[in-house]
């Protein structure tokens, strides 16, 4: 067999680089169901069979980052794997938004996985320290960079986390500089990017697929196309983790199960009516926790689905023994 590294997925193939370079793969069908994209990620590592150029096998991931994909279904949807650190990326206009950011802090707690907020655009803002002010507010213990995307000395600061054979992948909206990082990180146009719209700062959806690219220095990067919304799929304890001030509060509450909503004795509320707790934080806390009794939910009904499969099948392959043992 042949290791190789998936840089991307495609609907039926997979392109990864082995010693050799560059190869196209088809994925033997253990690793294809329901589609490819539910099975493999760009990042993971894959076994190739060198006669037939199936690749057979995902090898054990050291990190994986998901979401729930979008409309009614809901399936699970891998957007990369191995990962050592995760750059979240907004810009210093409209796109900022400290609810969203903490959306993706609990993407990446959810996947043990370091969270970088990267502010681009420091070259166009004025008030950048009032970004990082906010920055500080929502993740006090998470490194936050301002940088100019667009130069090289403007992105030296993300340096330390690009050493040899790491890997980092890129998320953030459509617009915030994504690509353009990668192509300067690279000194090299390895992406298409493209301007935003001056009325609100939005992007225009350039990238379309997720890649992994290998920077010079040895670092690896995954660009991926803008996210409209993320849904999150992860645990209670990345979201405890994320609002670990909230959590603080919370343990001096009159009641265990206080909800913080009106409760009698609340900390977490007394803390807003003080001043000392953000509302807008509090309802993003709230949003999150019902999100993840959500996702929990539909995570055990398909587990529940699964066995009920797996039971039918066994039940099956039993009389099918039974059948030809009375032949
Ligand atoms: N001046 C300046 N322009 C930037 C900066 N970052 C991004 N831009 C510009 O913003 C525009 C959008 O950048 P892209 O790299 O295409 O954004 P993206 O995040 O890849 O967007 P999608 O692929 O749509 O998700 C481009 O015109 C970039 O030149 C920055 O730090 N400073
Ligand atoms: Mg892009
Ligand atoms: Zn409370």
Redesign the pocket.
């Known amino acids: 067999m042949v290791p190789a590294r998936v840089i991307a997925v495609h609907r039926a193939a997979l392109e990864a680089l082995t010693e050799a370079g560059e190869v196209q793969a088809t994925l033997a069908s253990a690793i294809s169901h329901p589609t490819p994209s539910a099975c493999v990620a760009v990042g993971d590592w894959v076994l190739l069979e060198p006669r037939t150029g199936r690749a057979v096998r995902v090898l054990e991931r050291q990190s994986l980052l998901a979401r729930r994909a979008a409309g009614e279904r809901q399936q699970r949807q891998l957007i990369a794997a191995n990962v050592d650190s995760l750059f979240i990326?907004t810009?210093c206009n409209e796109d900022f938004n400290p609810s969203r950011l903490e959306r993706y802090l609990a993407l990446a707690q959810e996947a043990q996985v370091e969270a970088v907020i990267v502010l681009?655009?420091?070259?166009?803002a004025l008030n950048v320290d009032r970004y990082l002010d906010d920055l500080r507010a929502i993740a006090p213990h998470v490194n936050a960079c301002a940088?100019?995307?667009?130069s090289r000395e403007?992105t030296s600061v993300l340096l330390p986390w690009l050493g040899e054979g790491r890997t980092v992948a890129f998320v953030?909206?459509?617009?915030?500089?994504?690509?353009?990082?990668v192509?300067t990180l690279a000194a090299m146009q390895m992406?298409?990017?493209?301007?935003?719209r001056e009325n609100d700062s939005k992007?225009?959806?350039?990238?379309t697929s997720r890649h992994l690219f290998q920077l010079p220095g040895g670092a690896w990067v995954i660009?991926?196309?803008?996210m409209r919304e993320l849904k999150l799929e992860v645990g209670t304890d990345a979201v405890a983790a994320v609002f670990s001030d909230i959590e603080a509060l919370a343990r001096q509450c009159r009641f265990r199960d206080c909800a913080h909503q009106a409760d009698p004795g609340c900390a977490v509320v007394a803390a807003v009516e003080q001043g000392k707790l953000d509302a807008r934080r509090l309802a993003s806390y709230h949003k999150l926790l019902r999100e993840t009794a959500h996702a929990n939910r539909s995570t055990r009904e398909r587990r529940q689905s699964a066995r009920r499969f797996g039971r039918m099948a066994k039940s099956v392959m039993e009389r099918k023994r039974k059948d030809r043992g009375l032949e």
């Open positions: 990326v810009s681009t655009r420091m070259d166009l940088v100019n995307a667009t403007g953030g909206s459509s617009g915030v500089g994504k690509s353009t990082l192509n992406q298409g990017t493209a301007g935003i992007g225009r959806h350039t990238t660009d991926t196309p803008g």
